[in-house]
């Protein structure tokens, strides 16, 4: 018998109470061991609930109960999950968490304390919801050197980019219809300026590079700006606008940013739509590979939490594939010496100017204005030449 | 220090030699040890390599040496193979294969000695190449009920089935392009007859269910006998034709087949292309992930073999999560008992006929004959009906 306590009992908290109970057989020929959630911290009421005597709002009652191994997290924000991680890793307790601020801002002093008391900080579900990457980088790819990690990594723009580019629909509308369809929250902040994704390849860089990626530093721009016009250029050089985590690591230098990119069609990422997600991992042996599903909702997100608890059940002792240390800011690729092919958006009246900077291009004629795709050249390089040129409308990264 | 061996020198095995020498660095930080390979079997010479002293022709060079934990096997075939491993685990090292026959023919056998010495047997590489499928089955997913196990599980008959989709290439033609481009070998039968498939299928079921799955039992249908014309139909019907391994498990009795499948563009699989592979799997709580890669090639393959030893140094006991034991027939659904929809191509003077047996079908016009699709029914119920109008010209199920 393994005793678990879920803290915060929101959609992903009863989502891994429900994964617990549905697949009690499952997990139990899985593990050897029968699971069952003791406790749950909550400061709402749930009267109606049929387990309502596991509820508490004292948190003293998990951390207190020796009885309990395992932890789930899923309460969200910094600061109460802050102390409470801290205090139950300090306590011996496994934690897993759901909670990708938390991960992103502070996971290298929780393995730290993970590994002073042999016990185990996962974070699966904190990175493309269902979609197995975080075990997948540190297990699964470990005879690589892993030399990029990108990809979509929130559903709610891809759902409005999808809807943008496939119905020609406006960015306003398609931002209604996802609220609409709760797949935008009424404020939408955090998803549509890259928030979001910002945290998460900030995740996934720092695990890759076992070196934390502050995800305050990382370069991030959402898709608030993009218009259909952007949309129309995109499928005429036959690519998608996708807003994409990019991580790479290119002579010993790390880079991390988010930006709404121009993926060609020939990508697998390109045909990733509505709220699915998928991440690339490019290995120097194995090659380019993808991990493909849905990247939040209840149920799928459970089912990453509750792997992780799993893993603890098999494998109770700390395990340094899944951390990083402090920061090494000597080691990150500044945004502006990023070497990339843009397609930029100028005003007919600047093309001559774009020609004496840029050379032969080859012209691409829009509704607004027109465009062309730059040589390949460091991006502080490019924003030279288009302050030269008055400054460029828009500018869009080719995903390589 | 962890020594190793390798039974086989062919392309894996050089590979694997390969990815340990160049990623000595990385499996050092990864494992916290140093990875050495001490002993290499193979009944050739080969004079010129840059360690020739640790080749060997004979067998009980690594047996014997008690400083070997792990041996890889990728010498392929099951005569030797199997002798070898059988009598390394029962010495209490831990065998790695790429082995997909072997795996597919013995897993069961190997689990249980593996258990008896609490050492393990890992075959990560025997399907999908580069592409993480075992350990997101035993690990990641394994708080779900998994439903489905489906994908395009062979490069060289996808690589043909691009070409002629694609390029309107006639199968000669597209074979002896694989050929040429050593895609395919020169006795292409075990791809294009969909054997290579079935083992990989097999293996995934068989770790799915943990009851093996007999490979031999499996219904297996290659890709020789499709026309260009079949693939005019697959456009029309919006979908492309893939060689799928198709697994599911439904009202507890689980399926396993290997047939060219009508894939709706709509699907993940769709726009897997060339020599690529994936794999969906569906689970209960997860929805539909699918895994991406290169199914085959020698650092590809390498990469999870090594990935294999990587989790052996790390775990070295024994771990039930990937074993299966004997098969149970009853708990397999018969082909005939699958319920599916079908395309099915007839000829013009059986129109009336296949109008009294199907009902109310919507006919598409081919270049020899015509073609409808069927409404769902058991494959049993399908041929009763087919013979009744006289036979089929073909009949493709579509992947659901």
């Known amino acids: 018998m393994k005793n678990i306590a879920i803290i915060g009992f929101g959609v992903v908290g009863s989502g891994v109470y429900e994964t617990i109970k549905t697949n009690k057989e499952i997990l139990k020929r899985n593990t050897g061991e029968e699971l069952r959630v003791v406790k749950v911290l909550d400061i709402r009421d749930f009267p109606d609930h049929e387990e309502k005597q596991i509820f508490t709002k004292d948190f003293n009652d998990l951390l207190n109960d020796e009885s309990i191994d395992i932890v789930v997290e899923t309460m969200g924000g910094v600061r109460f999950a802050y102390d409470y991680t801290k205090q139950l890793l300090e306590k011996g307790k496994s934690v897993v968490t759901s909670n990708k601020e938390l991960v992103a801002k502070h996971g290298e002093e929780f393995f730290k304390i993970a590994r002073e008391h042999n016990v185990r900080y996962l974070y699966e579900a904190s990175v493309g919801g ?5 075990r997948p980088i540190a297990c699964d790819v470990a005879a690589n050197d892993i030399v990029e990690v990108s990809g979509i990594l929130n559903g709610t723009t891809n759902y409005i980019l999808t809807k943008m580019f496939l119905e020609n629909d406006s960015y306003d509308n398609a931002l209604k219809t996802a609220q609409e369809l709760g797949y935008a929250e009424k404020d939408p902040t955090a998803d549509v300026d890259g928030i979001d994704a910002c945290r998460k390849i900030s995740i996934l860089m720092s695990l890759v590079t076992h070196r934390k990626i502050d995800s305050e530093k990382v370069h991030t721009v959402g898709i608030r700006n993009l218009t259909t016009e952007d949309l129309t250029y995109a499928a005429a050089l036959d690519c998608k606008i996708k807003l994409i985590g990019c991580g790479f690591v290119e002579n010993g230098k790390v880079s991390a940013s988010v930006e709404p990119m121009l993926v060609p069609n020939n990508s697998p990422l390109s045909s990733v739509e509505d709220v699915f997600n998928a991440a690339i991992v490019k290995g120097n042996m194995a090659g380019t590979l993808m991990f493909y599903g849905r990247g939040a909702g209840m149920l799928p997100t459970a089912s990453a939490v509750v792997g992780d608890v799993v893993d603890i ?3 109770p002792g700390y395990n340094s594939a ?3 240390g402090e920061s090494a800011p000597e080691n990150e ?23 004496k900077e840029f050379g032969d291009i080859e012209i691409i004629n829009g509704v607004t204005g027109l465009g062309f795709v730059a040589p390949k050249m460091s991006i502080k390089e490019l924003d030279e030449k288009l302050g030269a040129i008055g400054g460029a409308v828009s500018r869009l990264r080719f995903y390589r």
Chains 1, 2 share one sequence.
């Open 322 to 324: 899944y951390e990083w």
């Open 313 to 315: 059940v098999r494998n």
């Open 333 to 355: 690729l500044a945004y502006e010496d990023i070497v990339a092919k843009f397609f930029v958006c100028i005003k007919e009246e600047q093309l001559e100017k774009a020609k």
């Open 130 to 134: 269902a979609i197995p990457i975080i």
